[in-house]
C-alpha cells in the first residue's frame, strides 16, 4: 500500500504545480492519526488533496487512505473533470 499512497502523493503535488497562478487555493495534507498505528501497515496516515474555487466558492476534492482507496479513485476523477472544465492540465 505504500506505492499507492507514494502515487497518490505524486499526482496530489501534480495537481497543485497545475493551480499555481491559477485563481484557486491547493492544499496537500499528509495526516497522521496515532491510534490508527498498527505498527505494520500505512494505517495511520491518510492524503487529503483540496481545491477551492474562489468563484463558485467550494472545495473539490480527494482523499487516500489504506482501507478505501477507491474513493481516492472516484474523487480523482472529479477533481481531474473540475480541472479541464477550468482550462487547468496537470501534467
Do not use: H
Not at 13 to 42: S, W
Amino acid at each position: 500500500m505504500k506505492k499507492e499512497f507514494k502515487a497518490a502523493y505524486a499526482w496530489a503535488v501534480k495537481v497543485q504545480r497545475a493551480c499555481m497562478f491559477k485563481p484557486v487555493t491547493v492544499e496537500v495534507k499528509i495526516l497522521y492519526t496515532e491510534k490508527n498505528d498498527d505498527g505494520d501497515g500505512i494505517q495511520a496516515w491518510s492524503l487529503y488533496l483540496s481545491v477551492w474555487d474562489n468563484e463558485l466558492s467550494t472545495w473539490v476534492e480527494a482523499q487516500w487512505v489504506e482501507w478505501d482507496p477507491e474513493r481516492f479513485d472516484n474523487q480523482k476523477e472529479k477533481v481531474i473533470e473540475y480541472l479541464t472544465n477550468n482550462g487547468i492540465i496537470i501534467k
